[in-house]
């Protein structure tokens, strides 16, 4: 597909161009296996000779046109899907780190990745250092270790709504020759684009926007093509000495600038098997060819919401950084210009009697641990996600008792605030 298409071109026709008289969707490929003619077209695709489909563990047409039309999108030269977000956050990251690796995570990320990073790659022998978003360049530097393999973070931040500045962070991990991963989930490459400012890998949540109707759960990695591993060969020989598993082959010099998204599916995938079925691959490509329309709404939707609060006298305070004052608002300008995501927050002055009462007085917006889909839904971290915190550790966390995070749906504006205002009455 021509890379001056705009995104919402791209949403509808990357990843599927029909020839003469065949499907105008993408089609289903819905079978675990795929049949040759002989035993030697078959042994090539063994050996990573040959293009073609053997297995579907491995790769599957259906999930291959809706892992371009997301590689087309963020600008990248690649891009794999997995069964989850969860799962492209560890491939993405053990594509790279193996026991003995340390890696940087931003502490202000979605909390399956911070027990990911944090609890289960320390068991593997991973080990990682966790930095503010707000770092200096001069804590970033002292994070470093002479094993560090890489950098992680999220455009956006599930929940707490930090924005990276991702050219500063991609920057100082250039400058000790490693990539920066970044989890673009909240963003989504409609309202921005990580690969432009420097980051190398983007992962995805598609289970949130993309997918966006709370249907199915999926991953996906994109390789930007961009980060030369071989100019750093001593720090990832998984990607630049023989891997033993194919005959010897080294990924960057058979394989290029697709060297890092190869070895991630032909390695990771084949040993460890995330891989989505392409019967929810079809449901998230056709999801995705609304995704700009979506997107554009839920942000209207939400800046609508965070303004009102902002006015309104049982509001302590609001976090949306799209919205003037706030704490991220600048970065946000800079990396999210025309919009950041549906997803808000906002502190009740009751606390945490106050939170419960404006939740259960909700009439609209249902009480849910999902965000970005359709529907507005409504969360209270210290009831729901972060129960276990006692209030001091509440404290710590950021996260005040009268807390509550939004994720504003697509249903008209008027009635969402009509009922956010009777709740609100009753809180
Ligand atoms: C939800 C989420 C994930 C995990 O994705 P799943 O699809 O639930 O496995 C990872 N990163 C971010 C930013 C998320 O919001």
């Known amino acids: 597909m021509s890379n001056n ?76 899907l997995t069964s989850s977000g969860q799962a492209a956050n560890l491939f993405a990251i053990i594509n790279i780190c193996e026991a003995g690796d340390h890696l940087i995570c931003a502490s202000e990320i979605y909390g399956g990745t911070l027990n990911l990073v944090g609890v289960t790659l320390k068991k593997f022998g991973i080990e990682s250092t966790f930095i503010s978003v707000d770092s200096t360049d001069e804590e970033i530097h002292n994070a470093f270790r002479p094993n560090t393999k890489l950098i992680i973070g999220e455009s956006v931040s599930n929940p707490a709504l930090a924005v990276l500045d991702i050219e500063r962070f991609a920057n100082v991990a250039h400058s000790h020759g490693v990539p920066l991963i970044v989890d ?131 509001i302590a305070s609001v976090n949306c950084p799209a919205l003037e004052g706030d704490k991220y608002y600048s970065l946000a300008k800079k990396y999210m210009p025309n919009g950041v995501c549906g997803v808000i927050s906002a502190e009740l002055k009751g606390g945490r009697e106050s939170a419960v009462r404006f939740l259960d007085s909700l009439k609209l917006a249902s009480i849910a641990t999902h965000v970005a889909d359709a529907k507005t839904c409504v969360l209270h971290p210290a009831s729901h996600t972060h129960r276990q915190l006692t209030d001091e550790q509440l404290v710590e966390a950021g996260i005040s008792t009268g807390l509550i995070r939004l994720s504003v749906g697509l249903e008209h504006v008027e009635d969402l605030i009509a009922d956010i205002e009777q709740a609100l009455k009753q809180a």
């Not at 490929?29 to 563990?57: C, H, I, P, V």
């Open 184 to 314: 673009n989930t909240f963003a989504t490459p409609i309202n921005c684009q990580p690969f432009k400012w420097g980051a190398d890998i983007v992962t995805h949540s598609t289970t949130k926007y993309m997918d966006g109707h709370a249907a199915q759960v999926g991953g996906c990695i994109v390789d930007s093509g961009n980060f030369d591993w071989e100019a750093h060969a001593d720090k990832f020989p998984g990607l630049t000495t023989p891997d033993e598993s194919y005959h010897g082959i080294v990924y960057t010099q058979k394989f290029g600038k697709l060297a890092y998204i190869t070895k991630a599916t032909s390695q990771l995938m084949r040993d460890l098997g995330s891989t989505p079925s392409p019967l929810s691959t079809f449901l998230l490509g056709m999801s995705l060819e609304s995704l700009p329309l979506r997107v554009e709404r839920h942000c209207s939707n939400a800046l609508a919401i965070a303004t009102y609060l902002k006015n309104h006298e049982k």
């Open 5 to 80: 298409y705009h995104a919402e071109t791209k949403c509808i026709h990357s990843g599927w161009e029909p020839k003469n008289g065949e499907s105008r969707q993408i089609p289903i490929y819905q079978s675990t296996t795929f049949k040759y003619d002989s035993a030697d077209e078959m042994g090539k695709l063994f050996d990573l000779e040959a293009n073609g489909y053997f297995y579907s563990r491995l790769q599957n047409p259906t999930n291959d046109a809706v892992a371009t039309r997301i590689a087309d999108l963020e600008g990248g030269v690649g891009a794999m």
